[in-house]
């Protein structure tokens, strides 16, 4: 069960970024931003208030601090699904355990307080080269923007995910983390839709179709039940085995892609996906070996940064 929790959090997270990839026609980086966390925090408000929980925190600001990381991240790959393809924009964010594997040998290696672990080493050089092979195709196409954004995406994102597992070995409920972000979400998206990211005019919110409207709520309740679904796997199951599966995210992302806008990649661009996909796995493996799952993974998702 854990590892059907895990691969449905995955499924669901790809079919959240093809729904923002439709939505980009008719809405702005910011009003997407808007509606996901609008709608998100008021399911998980009305869930949570049914269940007797309560939102008072005793680290406001933590949760500031990792709900603005996790709002910049979120927009810049929000943006970048907008303007790459969606395999290309999610193999990108799924970048952050290698940011987070980088961190720690850096730190590690400047303290002097662990070896090199060379097979480390490897896996995040290893993953360099495959992201000059997925953004080649952006560069040639003078989409090199959104293949940025997605880099600074997935730099900011690993962030987002230590500061997830402080609050979380602080003994703060996953519930609280995820409200307080899809809150700051919306009153982030509120401030750039009005700041000029909108319609313009006394009305800077786009008008809502049948159609539009659909994939707003789409987009939102993906969203949830994803974070829901991936809480629930690193409760119950291997933290090493649930942490890899995430990376299925990147094959429902190629499937979305191919069947909405028959997208279809040169040998290169798949060499690319699969040395970061081995690269994350690999990095993934040496982040978790020695972390204790209790602490860290009990009280809150490690990955609630949407990752």
Not at 136 to 141: F, G, K, L, R, T
Not at 171 to 190: H, K
Not at 215 to 238: D, H, N
């Amino acid at each position: 069960m854990p590892s059907l929790w895990m691969l449905f959090a995955s499924f669901a997270f790809a079919a959240m970024g093809a729904g923002v990839k439709l939505a980009s026609e008719f809405y702005t980086t910011s009003e997407l931003l808007f509606y996901r966390g609008l709608i998100g925090a008021v399911i998980l408000f009305m869930i949570v208030r049914h269940r007797g929980g309560t939102f008072r925190t005793p680290f406001p600001k933590a949760h500031l601090w990792r709900s603005a990381v996790g709002v910049t991240s979120l927009w810049l790959w929000f943006f970048a699904i907008s303007k790459l393809p969606l395999a290309t924009a999610m193999t990108l964010n799924y970048m952050a355990p290698i940011w987070i594997a980088a961190w720690m040998f850096l730190m590690g290696w400047w303290t002097k307080t662990k070896h090199a672990e060379w097979p480390l080493v490897l896996a995040v050089g290893a993953s360099f080269f495959g992201v000059t092979l997925v953004l080649q195709p952006a560069v040639e196409s003078n989409g090199w923007l959104g293949g940025l954004a997605g880099l600074c995406s997935s730099v900011i994102s690993a962030m987002a995910y230590m500061q997830v597992r402080k609050l979380g070995q602080m003994g703060e409920p996953e519930y609280r983390v995820v409200f307080y972000f899809s809150a700051t979400t919306a009153v982030a998206g509120f401030v750039g839709v009005v700041s000029g990211d909108g319609a313009g005019g006394f009305a800077p919110f786009h008008s809502h179709t049948l159609y539009g409207g659909l994939l707003l709520l789409a987009i939102g309740g993906a969203a949830l039940m994803a974070q829901m679904a991936m809480t629930r796997a690193y409760r119950v199951g291997k933290v090493l085995v649930v942490a890899n599966l995430q990376y299925t995210g990147i094959v429902f992302s190629s499937m979305w892609g191919l069947l909405l806008w028959g997208d279809r990649f040169d040998w290169h661009v798949w060499l690319g996906i699969g040395v970061i996909l081995a690269s994350g796995i690999a990095a993934t493996f040496y982040n978790t070996r020695s972390t204790a799952r209790g602490a860290v993974t009990e009280k809150t998702d490690p990955i609630a940064s949407e990752l």
